[in-house]
């Protein structure tokens, strides 16, 4: 088996807007400053995005609240009023490779290699936001696997598929879930790389009273291609999603794309699907939610994440052993709901929700 590369436009740096970044790619951000001799640690308001995220988090959740209809999807708004203040983080890359490094990496790196790495600019929310944009865009995710069985979060075993950020995870975990974010983005290894960034989210429970808290554990390469990767994830989940990842532009290009835009998954479609039913328990549920732009014309240069249809086959997933639950279900009515209650189409996201804003979800089930 050849070694799995993924390449997509989820894993590309970007200097879009918000809603912008959860649907489409832009080149990678200019190198900026090298760090011969290191600067001095950002301040906390370093590059502060304003208003500041964790506000911003407050208003789209209470925005959004009216739209969802589960209790799960209310547990997961209101656990960003718990979501702690992030502290400021420093990356570097190397403009060759464009494998990215931490502060403590430089530090114990050759001088000679290190003076050609680059410091990658870095906002204090970008702890939260990243590249892929608000962590409440999930909540429509959530809101769906609530209506088809996901009755709560406390206990229950996650695991998102490109996670892309760790706001959403959080909040997972602030409801007691155990969630695994998989990426092979070196970004994100390099940002979330203190103890503190994984295990259990929370206060510490008083002596003598059960632990009852939710964790964050991170796996960074190619899953269920390596298998380090694949032991590292594990198995026993109650839930499978991906958004904005598995897209049939993606993984199945209907024309020519550049490689950085695609995803290429390691294994063939069939061993893919049957690794998600694997990891699943009976009756484990899995959604594949994309939110997507119109597709380009004919005349211009294709737009890989515009499919956001299902990269796989009903009869595929059936064959796997999943019930089909819900196949390319046309959820763009419900999405601009969410962004027009998220004020996506103000300034400076300015989308135009109802002429380039649409969604697509698939939910399979494993039987019980």
């Known amino acids: 088996m050849p070694t799995p590369r993924l390449a997509a436009a989820w894993s590309v740096a970007v200097a879009l807007p918000l809603a912008a970044m959860a649907i489409a790619p832009a080149p990678p951000v200019p190198p900026t400053t090298r760090p011969d001799t290191p600067p001095p640690a950002a301040s906390r308001n370093h590059l502060r995005e304003l208003p500041r995220a964790l506000d911003t988090f407050a208003a789209e959740a209470a925005a959004a609240g009216p739209l969802v209809t589960t209790d799960v999807a209310r547990a997961f708004l209101d656990a960003t009023a718990r979501l702690p203040e992030p502290e400021p983080r ?23 290699v290190r003076r050609f790495l680059l410091e990658r600019p870095l906002p204090v929310d970008a702890y939260y936001l990243t590249w892929s944009g608000s962590p409440i865009a999930y909540v429509r995710a959530i809101d769906l696997l609530g ?136 009756g484990g549920l899995a959604i594949l939610y994309n939110l997507h732009p119109a597709p380009a014309p004919e005349d211009e240069p294709y737009r890989p994440w515009a499919d956001g249809a299902s990269p796989f086959p009903q009869t595929i997933f059936e064959a796997a052993g999943f019930e089909v639950v819900a196949f390319d279900v046309d959820d763009t009515e419900a999405a601009r709901a969410m962004a027009r209650a998220m004020k996506w189409n103000d300034p400076p996201q300015s989308m135009d929700i109802d002429g380039n804003l649409f969604a697509t979800y698939v939910i399979v089930r494993r039987p019980r």
Do not use: C
């Open 90 to 112: 420093r990356l570097f890359y190397d403009s060759n490779t464009l494998e990215h490094y931490t502060f403590d990496d430089l530090v114990q790196m050759d001088p000679k």
């Open 147 to 282: 209506r088809h069985g996901l009755d709560g979060l406390a206990g229950r075993r996650i695991i998102d598929f490109g996670y892309g950020g760790i706001g959403h995870l959080r909040l997972l975990a602030l409801n007691g879930a155990h969630v695994t974010g998989v990426d092979v983005d070196t970004r994100l290894r390099a940002l979330y790389s203190t103890p503190q960034d994984q295990g259990p989210i929370g206060p510490a429970p008083a002596e003598g009273e059960p632990d009852a808290r939710g964790t964050v554990t991170l796996v960074h390469g190619h899953w269920p291609g390596e298998d380090d990767v694949r032991a590292a994830v594990g198995e026993g989940y109650d839930v499978f999603i991906a958004k904005n990842t598995l897209k049939r532009g993606y993984i199945h290009p209907s024309r020519e794309a550049p490689p950085r835009q695609l995803i290429t998954l390691g294994v063939d479609d069939e061993t893919y699907v049957k690794a998600m039913f694997d990891i699943l328990k009976p």
